[in-house]
């Protein structure tokens, strides 16, 4: 088996079409911006060489403190609300026993479907003070928790973290579905046969199979946190002010607003280092106990069988 | 099934290639045509020398042009200037591109990769950006050959030359205004008389408040409306306003800037703008005092026409209210607004930038003509010979009337030279808009954005 | 006794735990699907009407005209099948090269396997704004810039980092027992491949494929920049049309919207039922 993964032209033809065409359309931009990153530049002409001066300020820059601090609960706020949510749904819809699975299953995905642009525009409907749906039914049920939802400085970031949690959970959730599908279904036999209870079947059997599945949920999470864009751009411009600027929306307004493109460029180096930080941080910890569980895994299920 | 989803992807994909590459090998041949041609005929135009009736030239080309086309401001001159173009260069045909949203961004590619079209409208900020990079041509002679220069009103020649004497972009939009519109039915029906001072402005807001109505509504998630708010009330103490600050004539930690903010604030705290101010579009702002649920609005003076025609007698503006009846009246004469030196520019490497830039001077011309015709707008850059086609609204009679005594104007946000100045403006600005920001917080960040 | 009576207290607590568990599956699905209704009703409707008068009822006049003039502003079947290649050609180029690729990674002995998989996913970090300008001096130098290929590489290029890690878990998650059974017969790598790791994929492949064509389907701000020609311009492009730099045709954009998202519904429906039925692929393979 080992002589079998080991044939040198397949790993080639493999891996090589794919490393070509990312390392010319992506990674070759990504070294131009680390590269532009260290000059005194406006987007245009070849701009004077300013070593790491654009970093010095970054670091002093308090709307750069600001935008790791919003991409943290960003990040948080995604990764609880999509991996617990997407976790219950898609053992919900799994069951061959709940009935109308099918609908739920379609309907679950569908914010993802809808470009952001509606769904920003749904929620910022949604959430106006005025003539908004939620504080109109806060007032309908006499709650007192009517408010400002997008122009209160220290919460609108959570409110809008909010919004990009709803619309992607729909893509963990398949993702999930899609693992689940894979396990086969003697595992869960198994597994029965063993005694266990559906919810134990799914402690015992699907989460830990599902291991590389949450690593990928939890990649994308952290690191969609980290550099969340869109849904600043179109419901709050990063406002009120700059409260719920992130380090791309700092990179936006430094290269396209300003003309500081060099600068802009320092804030996205600075991004895909915290990103890289982040995934190299996600393999550690998912690194031991993922072969651990396999292994553990595999041996019971070994025994199992065999019995 | 499966087998005729596979099919049918199948047929798609042949179909697509097909026509995908039949497309892009016609535009090949095409392109090359006109290229030919448009050599042939610059020689042939030399020799000619009696043009037919109203033919400037009959040149043979297409231009690429990247102008704003999305709303009735921008269609109407648009689509004007194309029909006369027809006439006056027969031969020119536009392919236009409509402009983006994107701050920039297109236009900042495009200049990257010398993509730029021949033609193409641009702000005052990347124009600033561009002449470093040798991507926007100086107009000089055009605006001398064509007479563009000796058509721009004396008032207005403040938006033709750049800071540098050049001129880099045929302008079309004259000095305008920001203008402090209101609802009169709505004035008169609760009683309040219209504020000369911000202590009758805060008992006006309190009323209105009272009653549901809300006293101004404003489009706070664009930043050039707030920053022609705070405009508005710095112009009250310092006549300078803002641009005063984007010219480095003045610091943010002067006293006008700082009470300015102070009033700002107070009015906020009182409840003058809707509760989403920050996240309210232009659309809905608009809508909201338009439907008669808002007294107030800010906007410019272009907003004029489509007030009147769905407020007809109701609207009206009024002068900006000040801290104390003397300086109200003082204040008349004192206006946030202006022009600024940007419009229809053209790319220096375009094949036929001479042409480009005849063609660009007069497009901006139609543009003014068109404005004043179908826009009622009188408050173009050029003195055009042609009459409204419905008379103008009264609010603009009234406000043309005012325009010999005005004494000082300031800038709109998207005339700022500064773009960090501007940006940061535009960010605080918005940041006022909420309660529990402070003015010191905002004079503070000004001025760091002031010293970078 | 007691014991007894703790028993049926315990299930009807659990009943009703369950019950209100089901209803809260339920109204979440309801309120996923609501903003389908929500932008259908919005495309009806004119700005006033959006935006004060009535934000999220049924329009009171139906302004069908939003549906004409959208229509009227650019050429909606050109736009449109632009952006059915694009986004075919842009699936299939990253679903084949990212399933390569991860197998290479997930499975076979190499060394750096693991620097390959941290380097591809870099495509993931980078904010598409940051690498606008160097994208599009790229795409020009290589002469792709009035092509749709420039706008098809980039996209498989930046969706293949996000594809490949999806692949790799997936495959890392199938137990490879199942591939040993099946590939020690002698079969080269390359069968093994085809007949054995493609039809296990195939649940995550459908995920993928909606996940990508939906990419390339919405994708602004590449488009904006990389498509200079008017032929080979995509659905968001036409969003342009309408968008003033004051006033906005919010009416229209909402019809815009409906008929950019219709197919893209659609494809979902069509591929969702091919993850249901993977489950029995999986069973037969084991078989």
Redesign the interface.
């Known amino acids: ?2 002589k ?4 040198k032209i ?2 080639v ?3 090589l ?3 070509a ?2 390392t ?7 070294v ?2 680390f590269l532009k990153s260290f000059y005194d530049w ?4 070849s701009g004077t060489f300013i070593g790491l001066d654009n970093y010095t300020t970054l670091f002093k820059d308090t709307v750069f403190h600001l935008s790791n601090k919003n991409a943290l609960i960003f990040a948080i706020v995604i990764t609880v609300f999509q991996m617990t ?1 997407a976790t219950i ?1 898609s053992i ?1 819809v799994s069951n061959k026993k709940m009935k ?1 699975r ?18 920003c ?2 929620w ?2 949604i ?7 939620l504080n109109a039914i806060f007032k309908a049920l006499g709650i007192d928790f009517q408010q ?1 939802w ?4 220290h919460k609108a970031i959570y409110v809008i973290a909010f919004v990009n949690a709803w619309q992607w959970m ?2 963990q959730f ?2 999930l ?3 689940i ?6 595992y869960y036999e198994a597994a029965k046969i063993d005694g266990a209870s559906s919810i134990m079947a799914h402690r015992k059997v699907t989460i830990p ?5 949450y ?2 949920c939890l ?2 999470s952290l ?1 969609g946190g ?2 969340a ?1 869109t849904e600043m751009f179109i ?9 719920t600027y992130t380090l ?1 929306y700092l ?3 430094a ?7 060099g600068y ?2 320092a804030a ?1 180096s600075m ?2 280092l ?3 930080a982040i ?2 941080i996600i ?1 550690w910890l998912f690194r031991d106990k ?1 072969e651990r569980s396999e292994r553990k895994c ?1 041996k019971r ?1 070994a025994r199992q069988l065999s019995q | 099934m499966r087998k005729l989803t596979a099919l049918v992807l199948c047929g798609v994909l042949c179909i697509s290639t097909l026509v995908g590459c039949s497309k892009k090998a016609n535009n090949e041949k095409a392109e090359n045509k006109t290229t030919n041609t448009t050599e042939t005929t610059t020689t042939t135009t030399e020799e000619t020398e009696a043009l037919p009736e109203g033919v400037l030239s009959e040149e043979k080309a297409t231009l690429k042009i990247y102008a704003q086309y999305a709303d009735e401001d921008t269609k109407v001159p648009y689509d004007y200037a194309v029909e006369q173009l027809k006439v006056a260069y027969p031969n020119v045909t536009l392919e236009l591109e409509p402009q983006a949203q994107d701050d920039g961004q297109k236009l900042m590619t495009y200049a990257a990769t010398g993509n730029l079209p021949d033609i193409y409208q641009v702000a005052l900020a990347q124009i600033e950006n561009f002449k470093q990079s040798g991507n926007i041509m100086v107009l000089n002679d055009v605006a001398k050959s064509t007479g563009f220069e000796d058509k721009v009103f004396d008032s207005a020649k403040n938006i033709l030359y750049n800071e540098d004497g050049n001129i880099y972009a045929f302008p079309y939009a004259g000095n305008e205004y920001v203008v402090w519109y209101y609802n009169k039915a709505i004035f008169e029906k609760y009683n309040v008389e219209v504020p000369k001072t911000f202590d009758q402005l805060l008992t006006a807001i309190e009323t209105f408040k009272a009653n549901g109505i809300v006293p101004m509504s404003m489009f706070g998630a664009e930043g050039w409306i707030t920053a022609a708010m705070y405009d508005v009330l710095a112009t009250r103490w310092d006549a300078g306003g803002i641009a005063k600050l984007d010219n480095g004539e003045g610091t943010a930690k002067e006293d006008a800037y700082a009470k300015a903010a102070d009033m700002l604030h107070t009015l906020v705290k009182a409840g003058m703008f809707q509760g989403s101010v920050t996240t309210t579009n232009y659309d809905q702002a608009s809508e909201m005092f338009l439907n008669g649920e808002a007294a107030m609005f800010l906007n410019g003076q272009w907003y004029m026409t489509d007030a009147t025609n769905k407020l007809g007698d109701d609207v009206d503006w009024m002068y900006y209210p000040s801290y104390d009846e003397a300086s109200y009246e003082a204040g008349k004469t004192v206006w946030s607004g202006g022009g600024a030196a940007a419009g229809y520019a053209v790319n220096p490497n375009s094949k036929n930038a001479e042409l480009a830039a005849k063609v660009a001077a007069f497009l901006s011309e139609k543009y003014c003509e068109a404005k004043v015709m179908y826009r009622g707008t009188p408050l173009v850059a050029l003195d055009v010979d042609v009459q409204p086609e419905t008379e103008f609204p009264a609010m603009m009679k009234k406000l043309q009337a005012d325009l010999p005594a005005i004494t000082s104007i300031t800038k709109f946000d998207w005339h700022l030279s500064n773009a960090t100045f501007k940006t940061a403006l535009e960010d605080q600005t918005k940041y006022l808009m909420i309660e529990d920001y402070t003015p010191e917080e905002f004079i503070k960040e000004l001025n760091n954005a002031l010293q970078q | 006794m007691q014991q007894k009576n703790g028993k049926t207290v315990k299930s009807i607590a659990n009943r009703l735990g369950t019950l209100i568990f089901r209803m809260f599956c339920w109204i979440y699905a309801a309120f996923s699907l609501y903003p389908v209704i929500w932008l259908l009703f919005y495309s009806f409707k004119n700005n006033s009407e959006i935006f004060v008068t009535n934000p999220f009822g049924f329009p009171r006049v139906l302004h069908i005209e939003n549906y004409t003039k959208a229509w009227a502003q650019y050429d909606v079947p050109m736009y449109f099948s632009n952006s059915i290649i694009v986004s075919v050609f842009t699936v299939i180029i990253t679903i084949v090269l990212a399933l390569l690729f991860s197998y290479a990674t997930a499975r076979m002995q190499w060394k750096g396997k693991n620097i390959a998989k941290v380097y591809m996913s870099l495509g993931m970090f980078i904010p598409i704004q940051a690498i606008l300008i160097p994208v599009a001096k790229l795409v020009n130098g290589l002469g792709l810039d009035s092509t749709r290929w420039g706008l098809i590489l980039v996209y498989a290029a930046i969706n293949l980092s996000f594809a490949s890690l999806v692949f790799y878990g997936n495959l890392k998650g199938i137990p490879i027992e199942i591939e040993e059974a099946a590939c020690m017969d002698g079969a080269s790598i390359f069968k093994c491949f085809i007949k054995i790791i493609v039809p296990l994929v195939k649940p995550a492949t459908a995920t993928l494929v909606i996940y990508t064509f939906l990419n390339a389907w919405n994708e602004f701000n590449l488009a904006n920049v990389l498509i200079i020609e008017e032929k080979l311009k995509t659905l968001p492009l036409g969003l342009l049309f309408l968008q003033g730099s004051f006033t906005t045709d919010w009416g229209a954009m909402g019809a815009t919207m409906v008929i950019a998202s219709l197919p893209t519904i659609l494809l979902y429906c069509i591929f969702s039922k091919q993850v249901e039925n993977a489950m029995t692929i999986g069973g037969a393979v084991k078989g």
């Open positions: 088996m080992k079998f993964y080991s044939n397949a790993i033809l493999f891996a079409p794919a490393l065409l990312f010319v359309m992506v990674f070759y931009p990504i131009q911006v406006n987007g245009l002409g949510l749904f919900v109308g099918g609908f739920l299953r379609v309907s679950y995905f569908i914010p993802v479907v809808l470009s952001v642009t509606v769904v525009q749904l910022l409907a959430l106006n003070t005025d003539t908004g749906l400002n997008l122009a209160n400085r729909g893509y398949a993702l579905m899609a693992g599908k894979s396990i086969p279904s003697d199979l599902l291991k590389e599945t690593k990928i990649t994308i690191t980290v550099k864009f419901m709050t411009k990063g406002g009120p002010g700059n409260a791309t990179m936006y307004k290269a396209f607003r300003e003309f500081r493109y802009g460029m996205a991004l895909v915290q990103c890289l995934i190299l393999n993922e595999n299920m």
